[in-house]
């Protein structure tokens, strides 16, 4: 477990090595004073600077765990449950990167605890499984293993804000994707940033989030980027197409 950190920080998640996203939202987390900031894993897979956005997290962010694509860019193995056009976007970004970026991409941890915080890329009942939380079923396990009061999640690249009662029912929140979430009644929560380099939630706009500790909220923000200069990397990369015309569509 990490000790208490700052009071209020940043949350980043899926950064899928589009630098134009990392860079746009790194300068509006700076605007908003925010000096620590961390990352809710997927640094890299389907954008086209996997190199530089690993060396961007390493040095801006507090720390980082380990998303599947981080992990597929590694293991050849784990590919296999990727689809086609994912599976073949990480085996070019693992030709892409050098080995030390690999070698930190394979040593990120599963979970971080920073005392009654969470950081997780997709679920902690069983982090190498990967699981994805679309809906309260999949909250609830979550919740029910979540070993702190306030858990951070990446991986489905929609915004989300979950939350079990005391009473053991979890209900989802209303999530305004540039609005304050308030995480102050009793119980736990899990939520979800949005994604910063692949939104899917139909908005293009890179997705981030400040929690403030003592206030016991989450503000969740939407920042432009360059979508057109994304979509030049990927092409110059030698990505699927695919991962250049979604990003225009948040899709």
Known sequence: MIGRT???FGLVADVHANLHALNAVLSTLAEEGIEEIW???DVVGYGGDPEECVAIVRERC??????????????AALRASFNPHARAAIERQADL???EALEWLGALPAVLELEDVVLLHAGCADPEAFPYVLGADDAERELEALPGRWGFYGHTHL???????E???????????????PL????????????VGQPRDGDPRAACAVFDRDGEELRLLRVPYDVAG??????????????????????
Not at 168 to 180: A, N
């Open 230 to 251: 994304a979509q030049s990397s990927i092409r110059r990369a030698g990505m699927p197409e695919v991962e250049a015309l979604r990003l225009e569509r948040g899709l």
């Open 6 to 8: 700052a009071s209020r």
């Open 97 to 99: 990167l050098s080995r």
């Open 62 to 75: 507090a720390g980082t765990v380990r998303g599947n694509h981080d992990a597929a860019a590694v293991e």
């Open 159 to 165: 915004p989300a804000v979950w939350r079990m009662g």
């Open 167 to 181: 009473d053991g029912v979890v209900e989802g929140l209303p999530c305004d994707p540039s609005g304050t979430a």
């Open 184 to 195: 102050d009644r009793p119980g736990r929560y899990l939520a979800n940033p949005g994604a």
């Open 39 to 41: 990352c809710l894993g």
